[in-house]
């Protein structure tokens, strides 16, 4: 089951859930994944800080944490999202507000699916990996 929650005082981001949960499904089952219980939390930039320094230690702002409950190949896990720097970040990479949360979402599915962006070699496959996922969501769309 994949949800979608916003944290108190937030506006959940218009995205179509369904269109979106099929999405990871597809995604998933490109890297031999079965999707089990995946949790999106969507929160402010303090909110993420807070998640960040409790949870990992970080004293930084960021756009995603992925919290992976992996069981062999059925992935589980929350993955917190922070709109306020999706927006920002949206603005910087001067791409749609609606390409960036996608992305965003997906990085996370990607993540729990094994890719990793921790090394700079890491960041450029991750790049490839969520911009290849991008273009199965479009080609989903050209589709419905």
């Known amino acids: 089951m ?3 929650q916003i944290a108190s005082g937030g506006a959940m981001p218009s995205i179509r859930k369904r269109e979106v949960s099929a999405w990871i499904r597809k995604v998933a089952s490109n890297y031999g994944r079965v999707v089990g ?3 999106y939390l969507f929160v402010d930039d303090a909110t993420i800080l807070e998640y ?3 949870y990992l230690g970080r004293d930084y702002h960021t756009d995603i944490i992925t919290f992976d409950y992996d069981n062999s190949n059925v992935i589980n896990g929350d993955i917190v999202i922070s709109l306020d720097t999706v927006r ?3 603005e910087r990479f001067k791409v749609s ?7 965003v979402i997906i990085h996370g599915i990607l993540h729990l699916c094994g890719i990793n962006d921790e090394t700079p070699d ?4 991750m790049k490839d990996e969520e911009n290849k996922a991008l273009s199965i969501r479009n080609s989903m769309k050209l589709n419905q």
């Open 97 to 103: 507000y609606d390409e960036e949360i996608h992305r």
């Open 122 to 125: 890491d960041f450029v496959i």
């Open 52 to 54: 960040n320094k409790k």
């Open 37 to 39: 219980d995946i949790g």
């Open 88 to 90: 920002a970040n949206a």
């Open 2 to 4: 994949i949800t979608f």
